[in-house]
């Protein structure tokens, strides 16, 4: 299904809430909640609280945008999969690498 979505870190300066109102007044369908900012890495709380403010505005959670990047020690895995799931993200945007694409 394709729908209507914002990547939360474009509002990199909004908490969650005010992210969430922008979208219901623009009649987005979905948010990709980053975790560099509004659900940090391992703030099983916070992804609670996000995905809950998320559903009661009649919001989907459309990704986590987790800024982990493969076969980097980093950020650890179970921190990003732990958030997804408090999230309810049914998908996980990763970095395939640190490589740029010069």
């Known amino acids: 299904m394709i729908y209507t979505g914002l990547v939360s870190i474009t509002f ?16 987005i ?15 099983i709380e916070k992804a609670k609280q996000v995905r809950q403010i998320t559903k009661d505005a009649g919001l989907t959670v459309a990704s986590y945008g987790s800024y982990y990047r493969l076969n980097d020690d980093e950020i650890p895995f179970r921190e990003v999969l732990a ?10 945007r990763v970095w395939a690498g640190k490589l740029g694409s010069a």
Request: glycine letters at 12%.
């Open 12 to 27: 990199r300066k909004l908490n969650p809430q005010e992210i969430v109102d922008l979208a219901v007044k623009a009649k």
């Open 83 to 92: 958030s997804a799931k408090a999230l309810g993200a049914p998908l996980i």
């Open 29 to 43: 369908t979905g948010i990709e909640w980053g975790g560099d900012v509004h659900v940090p890495h391992g703030d």
